[in-house]
C-alpha cells in the first residue's frame, strides 16, 4: 500500500463547480504540500501545510493531523484549473509523493 | 526575480553513457531539491542540499550522484545510463528545503536510448 494515497484518481467537472481532491497517508510528516502540473511538466506549489487550513483565490488547503488526512478545494472551477494536482508529505528527511488526481475542467 | 532554471531541457543519450544536469537556483534560495518523474513510478524524491552539503538521500542507486556548489547552483549525475533512467528530472530550490515553500524549474527530460 502506497504510504500516500491520493483520491479520486481522475476528476471530469464543468466549470463552476466545487471541487474536492484528497490525500491520506500513513505515515508521521512535518509537512503536507499540494503540488499543480500542468501538461508539459512544469510543476506550481500551491500550498504547504502542517496544520489547520490556507486559502489563496479559489484554492482552499486543509490538513488533519490526527486523522493524516488533507483536502484540497477548487471553488468556482474553470477549465484552466485542468492539471494535475499531487500531493506530497516530508517524512523524516525524505519526501513522498502521490500518484496525482487528474482535473479536466469542461467549459 | 528570475525562476528556477535547468539544463537542459532536453537530452538523448545511449545506454552506458553519463549524463550530468544542472540546476540554478532563485537568487537567495540555499536549498535545492532533484526529483525524478516517470509514468510508472510517479514522482520521486532524488536528493536534498542545502549550503553544499547533502542533507538528505532519497532510495537510488549510487549510479546517482549529485553537488552544490557555493553559489547554491546544483548538479546531479548519472553514470552507467540504463533505458529505465528515461525521466523527467525536476529541481526545485526554497530557502531551507522541502519542509517549506519550494519552487520547481521546467525539468529536464532525458531520453536513455
Known amino acids: 500500500k502506497n504510504e500516500v494515497e491520493q483520491s479520486p484518481q481522475n476528476l471530469t467537472a464543468q466549470e463552476g463547480e466545487f471541487i474536492t481532491i484528497n490525500c491520506s497517508y500513513s505515515?508521521?510528516?512535518?509537512?503536507l504540500h499540494w503540488l499543480q502540473q500542468h501538461p508539459g511538466g512544469g510543476i506550481v506549489s500551491l500550498f504547504m501545510l502542517s496544520s489547520g487550513k490556507k486559502k489563496h483565490g479559489r484554492l482552499i488547503a486543509t490538513i488533519n493531523i490526527q486523522e493524516k488526512h488533507s483536502s484540497l478545494h477548487i471553488t468556482a472551477s474553470h477549465p484552466r484549473d485542468s492539471a494535475v494536482y499531487i500531493c506530497a508529505v516530508r517524512v523524516n528527511n525524505d519526501m513522498r509523493f502521490g500518484a496525482g488526481t487528474r482535473l479536466t475542467v469542461k467549459p | 526575480k528570475a525562476g528556477v532554471t535547468q539544463t537542459p531541457r532536453y537530452l538523448i543519450k545511449t545506454r552506458g553513457q553519463q549524463v550530468t544536469l544542472s540546476c540554478s537556483p532563485i537568487?537567495?534560495?540555499?536549498?535545492v531539491s532533484w526529483y525524478q518523474q516517470t509514468p510508472g513510478q510517479g514522482l520521486q524524491f532524488l536528493f536534498e542540499y542545502f549550503s553544499e552539503t547533502q542533507r538528505n538521500k532519497g532510495n537510488f542507486p549510487g549510479r546517482f550522484s549529485g553537488r552544490q556548489f557555493s553559489n547554491s547552483r546544483s548538479e546531479m549525475n548519472v553514470s552507467t545510463l540504463e533505458l529505465g533512467d528515461s525521466a523527467l528530472y525536476l529541481c526545485a530550490s526554497g530557502t531551507s528545503g522541502s519542509a517549506n515553500e519550494q519552487f520547481f524549474g521546467p525539468g529536464t527530460r532525458l531520453t536513455v536510448l
Open positions: 505515515v508521521g510528516i512535518s509537512a
Open positions: 537568487s537567495g534560495h540555499r536549498s
